[in-house]
């Protein structure tokens, strides 16, 4: 069965850093864009950052950028969300996800584009 697990979620205060992995189990991405997404509480499902395939290429929400720097290691099957300084206003669940098309770096920050969510990791960010 086919898994992508988040872990390094925690509460810290404002201006601290977190790392967040995520792994997967019963499959191969080496070929697959992967993101992060994030949801508060009452609110939708937000784009945070994605990766392509090899890891060459980038792009970041504008609330998160200069601050969140997401990476991969295909060998590890694992990709990470580094979050320094980080404020009250990034508290919410944090989901890993896996693009559903090969080599694609189509509509990266929609949902919609991803065929394979992790159960997510909270962050919490106290002022």
């Known amino acids: 069965q086919e898994q992508l697990v988040e872990s390094g979620g925690g509460l810290v205060q404002a201006g601290a850093s977190l790392r967040l992995s995520c792994v997967g189990a019963g499959l191969a991405f080496s070929n697959n864009a992967l993101a992060w997404f994030r949801q508060a509480p009452g609110k939708e499902r937000e784009f945070v950052a994605a990766?392509?395939?090899?890891?060459?290429?980038?792009s970041y929400s504008d609330s998160v950028k200069g601050r969140f720097t997401i990476s991969r290691d295909n060998a590890q099957i694992t990709q990470y969300l580094q979050m320094n300084t980080l404020k009250p206003d990034d508290t919410a669940v944090y989901y890993c996800a896996k693009h559903r098309n090969l080599w694609d770096w189509a509509d990266v920050d929609s949902p919609y584009e991803y065929d394979l969510w992790g159960q997510g990791t909270q962050v919490t960010v106290s002022s």
């Open positions: 990766i392509s395939w090899n890891g060459r290429t980038t």
